[in-house]
């Protein structure tokens, strides 16, 4: 566990220290959001946060390989990991010609495929799955890799598509990140495995990059992470939670906590996981769908009323919505991992307590009037951006693949 925690300090820190840098290049390229009517940012503000966050990742591998226990650990930890980081590098790397250049999205859904295709090459793909019984249900090597790409491309998608408030995206995937460490790492110590796996390392640094990000793009933003840091989030996302499939056994998938036989079905959860972890902003995307082809207009056409913008009007604040919808994320993904280690009454009991809370802040705050702590607090001076802003940037990232210009912050409809 403490050499995870250096992890995570270490990607934490080398982000927060980038994010400086990225900010500059950013300025001086002219990669920078411009205002629109529909958005939420008052002034032009630069993006290219991909490339810190990036930094964070490379430093925390690198730092893990010379680190006593993770060092001496299966080789396919590091290979595995060492992949997504490559990965990572080449999608952020398309990300960052898009936030400068606005590149088409036919290009840009190229970049990703390439990336995925990567991912797949070197072994991160599912290749089977195990049933409640222990009986496993081989994929032949298509199927394993139509699958994968399906997760890690709707994974990348769906987190570029929650970009719209600050903070808002990196603290979705940091909470989901922490979640999905824990899984992993009590799925180890409850079964007596090896507790160096690629998915616990990657979701580790992955949280740690969140953390360093957010110090500079919580309201008021200071820097958007963009394409190249929304499309990076979500590969490492999703790739670390196929990396489940790959390093624990059957026995390992299907017991929880004290032995007992976990409550979703092992042969679902490597699929559910990224899933259910991003169900908020997949239901956003099927809400934007459904509402816009049933005003009879084009399902990539923008608008202003994405989840975080009802937030705001029902009276939410900028910085309270982002909370909000951060605790949704939490209440989702730990649940979701709370119900795959524990069985019994309690635990459905505790996750039905959380879920009336939650929602009770999300619908009751307007009324009662939030306390001084959860409201914003007015704007602090912000630094002019330097170079003439894009014409369809907006909220810190240029639409992703099957968006439109203008859409909300790497939206992808």
């Given at each position: 566990?403490?050499?995870?925690?250096?992890?995570?300090?270490?990607?934490?820190?080398?982000?927060?220290?980038?994010?400086?840098?990225?900010?500059?290049?950013?300025?001086?390229?002219?990669?920078?959001?411009?205002?629109?009517?529909?958005?939420?940012?008052?002034?032009?503000?630069?993006?290219?946060?991909?490339?810190?966050?990036?930094?964070?990742?490379?430093?925390?591998?690198?730092?893990?390989?010379?680190?006593?226990?993770?060092?001496?650990?299966?080789?396919?930890?590091?290979?595995?990991?060492?992949?997504?980081?490559?990965?990572?590098?080449?999608?952020?790397?398309?990300?960052?010609?898009?936030?400068?250049?606005?590149?088409?999205?036919?290009?840009?859904?190229?970049?990703?495929?390439?990336?995925?295709?990567?991912?797949?090459?070197?072994?991160?793909?599912?290749?089977?799955?195990?049933?409640?019984?222990?009986?496993?249900?081989?994929?032949?090597?298509?199927?394993?890799?139509?699958?994968?790409?399906?997760?890690?491309?709707?994974?990348?998608?769906?987190?570029?598509?929650?970009?719209?408030?600050?903070?808002?995206?990196?603290?979705?995937?940091?909470?989901?990140?922490?979640?999905?460490?824990?899984?992993?790492?009590?799925?180890?110590?409850?079964?007596?495995?090896?507790?160096?796996?690629?998915?616990?390392?990657?979701?580790?640094?992955?949280?740690?990059?969140?953390?360093?990000?957010?110090?500079?793009?919580?309201?008021?933003?200071?820097?958007?992470?963009?394409?190249?840091?929304?499309?990076?989030?979500?590969?490492?996302?999703?790739?670390?939670?196929?990396?489940?499939?790959?390093?624990?056994?059957?026995?390992?998938?299907?017991?929880?906590?004290?032995?007992?036989?976990?409550?979703?079905?092992?042969?679902?959860?490597?699929?559910?996981?990224?899933?259910?972890?991003?169900?908020?902003?997949?239901?956003?995307?099927?809400?934007?769908?459904?509402?816009?082809?049933?005003?009879?207009?084009?399902?990539?056409?923008?608008?202003?009323?994405?989840?975080?913008?009802?937030?705001?009007?029902?009276?939410?604040?900028?910085?309270?919505?982002?909370?909000?919808?951060?605790?949704?994320?939490?209440?989702?993904?730990?649940?979701?991992?709370?119900?795959?280690?524990?069985?019994?009454t309690v635990v459905y009991a505790t996750i039905a307590a959380a879920f009336?809370?939650?929602?009770?802040?999300?619908?009751?705050?307007?009324?009662?009037?939030?306390?001084?702590?959860?409201?914003?607090?007015?704007?602090?001076?912000?630094?002019?951006?330097?170079?003439?802003?894009?014409?369809?940037?907006?909220?810190?990232?240029?639409?992703?693949?099957?968006?439109?210009?203008?859409?909300?912050?790497?939206?992808?409809?």
């Amino acid at each position: 566990m403490r050499e995870y925690l250096v992890v995570f300090l270490v990607a934490a820190s080398v982000t927060y220290l980038l994010t400086v840098v990225a900010r500059e290049i950013a300025l001086r390229t002219g990669a920078v959001a411009a205002v629109r009517d529909r958005d939420v940012h008052a002034e032009p503000i630069p993006y290219l946060g991909g490339i810190a966050m990036l930094g964070g990742l490379v430093a925390a591998y690198l730092v893990a390989r010379e680190l006593p226990f993770l060092a001496t650990s299966q080789t396919f930890v590091f290979e595995d990991a060492g992949a997504v980081v490559v990965a990572g590098a080449l999608i952020c790397g398309v990300g960052v010609l898009d936030d400068i250049f606005d590149l088409d999205a036919l290009t840009k859904f190229g970049g990703q495929v390439l990336a995925v295709g990567l991912l797949i090459y070197s072994g991160i793909q599912f290749r089977f799955f195990y049933q409640p019984d222990g009986v496993q249900f081989a994929l032949d090597a298509g199927q394993g890799a139509l699958l994968t790409a399906l997760i890690v491309l709707t994974s990348v998608n769906a987190v570029n598509f929650v970009d719209g408030l600050d903070g808002l995206a990196a603290g979705v995937v940091g909470i989901t990140a922490i979640a999905l460490f824990v899984f992993c790492y009590q799925l180890s110590v409850s079964n007596g495995a090896t507790r160096a796996t690629t998915g616990a390392l990657l979701s580790a640094a992955l949280a740690g990059i969140c953390v360093g990000f957010l110090v500079h793009n919580f309201h008021p933003a200071r820097l958007f992470m963009g394409d190249s840091g929304s499309m990076l989030l979500g590969l490492v996302l999703s790739a670390s939670a196929i990396s489940v499939t790959t390093q624990f056994s059957s026995d390992d998938v299907a017991f929880g906590a004290d032995g007992t036989r976990a409550s979703l079905l092992p042969m679902l959860l490597p699929v559910a996981l990224p899933i259910l972890i991003l169900v908020v902003p997949l239901a956003d995307l099927v809400l934007a769908v459904v509402r816009r082809t049933r005003a009879g207009r084009s399902p990539f056409a923008p608008d202003k009323q994405h989840l975080h913008h009802r937030l705001l009007e029902i009276g939410h604040s900028h910085r309270r919505a982002v909370l909000i919808m951060w605790a949704w994320a939490g209440l989702i993904a730990f649940g979701t991992v709370y119900a795959s280690l524990q069985t019994g009454t309690v635990v459905y009991a505790t996750i039905a307590a959380a879920f009336a809370v939650t929602l009770g802040l999300t619908f009751v705050l307007p009324v009662v009037r939030a306390p001084r702590l959860l409201d914003d607090l007015p704007d602090e001076p912000r630094e002019e951006a330097r170079d003439e802003p894009r014409d369809d940037a907006v909220d810190g990232a240029s639409p992703a693949v099957g968006g439109a210009p203008g859409a909300a912050p790497g939206t992808t409809l």
